[in-house]
C-alpha cells in the first residue's frame, strides 16, 4: 500500500516524530490497545459475573491484535463508519463459537476508542517527560559551563545590554519546568476511562454499572469520572493544549539559535560531519538542519494541538462530526510534538558556543550597551533628567564618531565634574554589568536538581 502520510514515508522516517512515539500512535499499536481494553472488559465483567469466567478466560487468551485481518477491518470501517464493530466480529471469532457472545458484551465503540486513547495518551505523556528531561538536562548542562559567560541581550532584535549565556538558558530551562509539571498535572484529569455505554447511563451493565466502570478502571490502572466524558473533551484537549505549548516554546528557541547562529551574528553554531547541512549550490553552506527540524515540527505540533481546540464543541450527548477529528489529531500532536523534542535535543548535543565572538559583539555598538549604567551612575551625583540628556548627546556623538562611550564621557565636562576617567573606564566593562544573572542560573539549575530528586524518589 501507498504510504500517503509523511510519517510513514521510508524517506523522512522518524523525521517528524521519534520512533517510540510511532509505536505508541501507529496502526498497530492503536489496535493493540484496543484489544487490551476488550481483555479487561472481560475480566471485569466476568469477577462481577456477567459473562461466564470460562469465557473471560478464553478471551485472554486468544484475542491478539496480531491476528487481525487489517484489510477487512479497513472495509468494515467504511461500511460502518466505526472500526469497533468490524473489531468484534474478528475478535469474536479468535474464541470461537460459544464464547463468541461475550467479547465486547454491553459497551460501545466510544467505551473502547476512547479508553483505548488513554491507554495511549498514557504512554505518549511517559514519553514526552522523558525527552523534555533529557533536552532540560542538556540545557542545564550548557548552563552551568556558560553561567559567566558574557553575551549582549537582544530587545526587538536590536542590542540591550550584557546579560550570560547560561541566564539565557536558565529561562528556557525553567520553562521546560513548567512544562513538566502542567503535563503531570494534565496527567490526572486525563487518565480516566471512558465506560457509559450508549449514552453515558451504563444502563446494559445495571445494576453493576458503575461498579463495572471502577473494575475495568482498576484492572487498566486507570480513573473514573463521576459521570462520563464522552462528549466532553476537555481533558483530552488540555493534554493536546499542554503539548502545543511546549512545542511552541521548542519552536521559539529553534529559531533563538537558529538567528544566534546568522553569519552576522555568529555566536553559536552546529556541529556535525564534513558535509552535514551543505547546499546543493554553494559550497560555502553549511545549514543548521537540527534548528530548523525542530521549529518547524514544532510549529506543526502547535497547529495539531490548536485543532483540539476547535473540535471541543459536542452537539447534545455524543457528536461524530468533531470527534472523528481526534482520530488524526490527538496522535499526531504527540507525534510532532516527540519529534520537536527529538530535533531539539539533537541541537543542544551539536551546540558550539562561541565565547569570543559573543565578546566582541558587545563592542559592535562602542560602548552603548552600557548606557542605563551610566546613566544610573551620573543620576547619583545630578538630577536623573540632566543624566539621561547627557547619555543621549553622548550617544550619539558615540555613533557619529564610531568612538567607545566611555571614551566620549570623558570628553565631557559636565561629565568629569562629578566622575573621574578612571570610574568612567571601569563602568565600560559589561562583564561586571549582569546583575543578578549568575545568581539566576545557580538558583534555576538547584529548583532543577531538586525536581530530578523529587522524580527519581
Not at 533529557?134 to 537582544?154: E, N, P, Q, S, Y
Not at 503531570?184 to 486525563?190: L, P, Q
Request: hydrophobic share 45%; with cysteine.
Amino acid at each position: 500500500m501507498t504510504a500517503i502520510s509523511l510519517f510513514d514515508w521510508t524517506i523522512y522516517r522518524n523525521m517528524f516524530n521519534s520512533e517510540r512515539m510511532a509505536g505508541i500512535f501507529g496502526e498497530r499499536g492503536t489496535a493493540e490497545s484496543w484489544v487490551t481494553v476488550e481483555k479487561a472488559v472481560a475480566r471485569a465483567q466476568a469477577r462481577l459475573g456477567i459473562i461466564p469466567a470460562e469465557a473471560a478466560r478464553e478471551i485472554e487468551a486468544e484475542l491478539s491484535s496480531s491476528k487481525l485481518d487489517l484489510e477487512r477491518l479497513h472495509a468494515d470501517t467504511l461500511d460502518v463508519g466505526r472500526p469497533i464493530a468490524g473489531l468484534a466480529q474478528q475478535l469474536g471469532e479468535q474464541v470461537g463459537k460459544g464464547h463468541d457472545v461475550w467479547v465486547h458484551y454491553g459497551i460501545t465503540t466510544y467505551d473502547v476508542m476512547d479508553t483505548a486513547k488513554v491507554l495511549q495518551v498514557r504512554d505518549g505523556i511517559e514519553e514526552v517527560l522523558g525527552q523534555l528531561g533529557v533536552f532540560r538536562r542538556a540545557l542545564m548542562g550548557l548552563a552551568a559551563k556558560h553561567r559567566d559567560t558574557v553575551m549582549i541581550a537582544r530587545t526587538n532584535n536590536l542590542h540591550a545590554q550584557p546579560q550570560t549565556f547560561g541566564a539565557k538558558l536558565a529561562n528556557w530551562i525553567e520553562e521546560c519546568l513548567r512544562h513538566e509539571a502542567r503535563l503531570r498535572e494534565a496527567r490526572k484529569r486525563t487518565l480516566v476511562v471512558q465506560f457509559g455505554g450508549a449514552v453515558g447511563t451504563l444502563a446494559s451493565m445495571a445494576p453493576d454499572g458503575l461498579t463495572f466502570r471502577e473494575t475495568v478502571a482498576a484492572e487498566l490502572g486507570l480513573g473514573v469520572a463521576l459521570s462520563n466524558w464522552h462528549n466532553a473533551r476537555d481533558a483530552m484537549t488540555e493534554v493536546a493544549l499542554c503539548l502545543g505549548n511546549i512545542c511552541a516554546s521548542l519552536a521559539r528557541i529553534a529559531q533563538n539559535v537558529n538567528s544566534l547562529g546568522s553569519t552576522e551574528i555568529g555566536e553559536l553554531s552546529e556541529t556535525g560531519k564534513q558535509g552535514r547541512g551543505r547546499s546543493t549550490s554553494m559550497a560555502h553552506k553549511r545549514n543548521p538542519r537540527a534548528a530548523e527540524f525542530a521549529e518547524s515540527v514544532a510549529r506543526l505540533g502547535r497547529q495539531r494541538a490548536m485543532g483540539m481546540a476547535e473540535i471541543m464543541g459536542q452537539e447534545h450527548d455524543r457528536c461524530g462530526g468533531t470527534w472523528i477529528a481526534e482520530w488524526m489529531l490527538v496522535p499526531e500532536t504527540f507525534l510532532l510534538t516527540s519529534g520537536a523534542l527529538a530535533w531539539a535535543i539533537d541541537l543542544v548535543g551539536r551546540l558550539e558556543v562561541h565565547e569570543e565572538r559573543m565578546r566582541a559583539n558587545i563592542d559592535l555598538t562602542h560602548g552603548l550597551a552600557l548606557t542605563e549604567r551610566y546613566t544610573l551612575a551620573l543620576a547619583k551625583r545630578m538630577s536623573k533628567f540632566e543624566a539621561r540628556r547627557i547619555l543621549d548627546r553622548a550617544c550619539e556623538a558615540t555613533l557619529a564618531r564610531k568612538r567607545p562611550l566611555a571614551e566620549i564621557l570623558a570628553g565631557m565636562p559636565e561629565v568629569t565634574a562629578v566622575m573621574d576617567k578612571q570610574e568612567i573606564e571601569a563602568l565600560s566593562d559589561p562583564r561586571t554589568y549582569v546583575g543578578a544573572a549568575p545568581r539566576i542560573v545557580d538558583n534555576v539549575l538547584q529548583a532543577a536538581e531538586k525536581a530530578d530528586r523529587f522524580d527519581a524518589g
